[in-house]
């Protein structure tokens, strides 16, 4: 599985947009680009998800660098209910045998949203 | 709609003993997932399910056995816990395998081996 690079932790002020990183310089042509956020003591939860082209949803904004390498999850305007970890991950969907584009999880970003 | 209902939320076990964690998911999801956390950590794949009848290791797979009981319902079983196996466990679902769409995770099960 090709792997992700985030940085461990981020801090941001309440209402000001936030920019989480992600490299993914071994990506190939049929990983996604999936995004899950985890609150403190909750399970994950799907954010948002891409292949090439940017993309949007009420929860964030997902940009995809031209050479799909890194991306940028976006948060528009940071709550305190968006502190939480943010995984990056990339998953393959071509399905054959042996691949079934299983999540798998790295550390993730801390992200502290200050008042 | 309840997404992924796991049972139970809390568990506490003397090492040695056995027991069955639950999940069960109302969105006719074809892929089933267990995983676990331990403190401080990333999420880590034990056992998988890519479709009804199939079950397949994960990362993590050793002291576990589950059972996907229809399309429904999946099971993790601890035949004889051991301290080691003390975190937090996650079930999830999926459209299908190989799918582009996102998983959907249950709320866990906290488990305590002493």
């Known amino acids: 599985d090709a792997k992700t690079t985030q940085p461990n932790s981020m801090e941001s002020n309440e209402e000001e947009p936030v920019h989480l990183p992600c490299n993914h310089s071994?990506?190939?042509?049929?990983?996604?680009i999936h995004w899950y956020r985890q609150l403190p003591s909750q399970g994950p939860e799907y954010v948002i998800h891409?292949?090439?082209s940017n993309v949007n949803n009420r929860m964030a904004s997902l940009a995809i660098a031209e050479d799909r390498k890194s991306s940028t999850l976006i948060l528009h305007r940071a709550t305190l209910r968006d502190a939480a970890v943010y995984y990056c991950?990339?998953?393959?969907?071509?399905?054959?045998?042996?691949?079934?584009?299983?999540?798998?999880f790295g550390q993730g970003t801390t992200l502290q949203v200050k008042p | 709609n309840a997404g992924v209902t796991q049972t139970p939320k809390f568990q506490v076990l003397k090492t040695g003993q056995s027991m069955t964690l639950q999940c069960a998911q109302d969105?006719?999801?074809?892929?089933m997932y267990w995983y676990r956390q331990d403190p401080g950590m990333g999420l880590r794949l034990i056992y998988y399910?890519?479709?009804?009848?199939?079950?397949d290791k994960g990362e993590v797979p050793n002291g576990y056995n589950v059972s996907r009981l229809n399309k429904r319902e999946f099971s993790l079983r601890l035949e004889s816990a051991a301290p080691s196996q003390t975190s937090v466990y996650f079930c999830?679902?999926?459209?299908?395998?190989?799918?582009?769409?996102?998983?959907?995770f249950g709320s866990g099960t906290r488990l305590t081996v002493v």
């Open positions: 891409g292949l090439t």
């Open positions: 969105m006719n999801h074809n892929s």
């Open positions: 071994t990506i190939s042509g049929t990983d996604y």
């Open positions: 991950i990339l998953r393959d969907v071509a399905f054959y045998s042996g691949n079934t584009g299983k999540l798998i």
């Open positions: 399910s890519a479709s009804e009848g199939t079950t």
């Open positions: 999830a679902s999926s459209v299908r395998a190989g799918a582009n769409y996102g998983y959907t």
